[in-house]
């Protein structure tokens, strides 16, 4: 299995290079399938989920395809999905994203998808390939559960690591030293810290870090 897990998507040209080999192939044969619905229900400004949009644009991919799995019927996401080389979650509430994920019956399909395509994602996005999402930030989880009553701590499990984004950044407080040392004491398993220059490409059981400015690794 392939994943590149980031903070803040390709936020530089480090990120971009390692999931273009993760692709196997040249930016140009490469088919991007975006898939936004963690955003639908994040509050605030969406200035960053366009961001995140240009980033992949200004690589030169072949295609980019948008699916929300929670907008359209399982026969119209399913070959949209089924034709990209990059399954490419954004950021936003994590467990929007998970609920959608189950609901929609794309988690039950991504092992099957995940053995010929790679697996990125940006923020929340990466947090549901955790073993679980019970460490997402609070405030998302009580708004979620005040919102939509689901209060699953369920997570993809790609991966036998926790990473926590947007590392000691003003606007994302609980992603800290203190919280990463908590999460591993509880866990017993790995955590890394990655700020939004930070990325960790996965090759099955093989971690390679890729950064332009830090990541903390416990």
């Given at each position: 299995m392939k994943l590149l897990l980031t903070s803040n998507g390709l936020a530089n040209q480090s990120i971009a290079n390692a999931l273009i080999e993760l692709?196997?192939?040249?930016a140009s044969e490469t088919v991007i399938v975006f898939i936004p619905t963690a955003m639908n229900v994040a509050r605030g400004n969406k200035g960053w989920f366009i961001d995140d949009l240009n980033n992949i644009k200004k690589q030169g991919f072949k295609f980019i395809d948008i699916v929300d799995i929670s907008a359209l019927p399982k026969e119209v996401w399913l070959p949209k999905?089924?034709?990209?080389?990059?399954?490419f979650f954004s950021g936003g509430n994590t467990y929007h994203l998970m609920y959608w994920l189950q609901k929609s019956g794309l988690a039950e399909l991504l092992p099957d998808l995940l053995k010929t395509r790679v697996y990125a994602g940006i923020s929340a996005g990466s947090i549901v390939a955790n073993p679980s999402i019970a460490y997402t930030s609070s405030d998302k989880k009580e708004y979620y559960k005040n919102q939509f009553g689901y209060t699953s701590e369920t997570a993809l499990n790609l991966v036998?690591?926790?990473?926590?984004?947007?590392?000691n950044s003003p606007h994302h407080l609980?992603?800290?030293e203190e919280n990463l040392k908590?999460?591993?004491?509880?866990?017993k398993k790995t955590v890394y810290g990655l700020?939004?220059?930070?990325?960790?490409?996965?090759?099955?059981?093989?971690i390679t870090i890729v950064t332009e400015g830090e990541c903390l690794k416990i």
């Open positions: 692709t196997g192939k040249p999905i089924e034709n990209g080389d990059v399954l036998d690591f926790y990473i926590y984004p947007h590392f609980g992603s800290n908590k999460t591993a004491a509880e866990t700020d939004d220059e930070s990325a960790l490409k996965v090759v099955d059981d093989v």
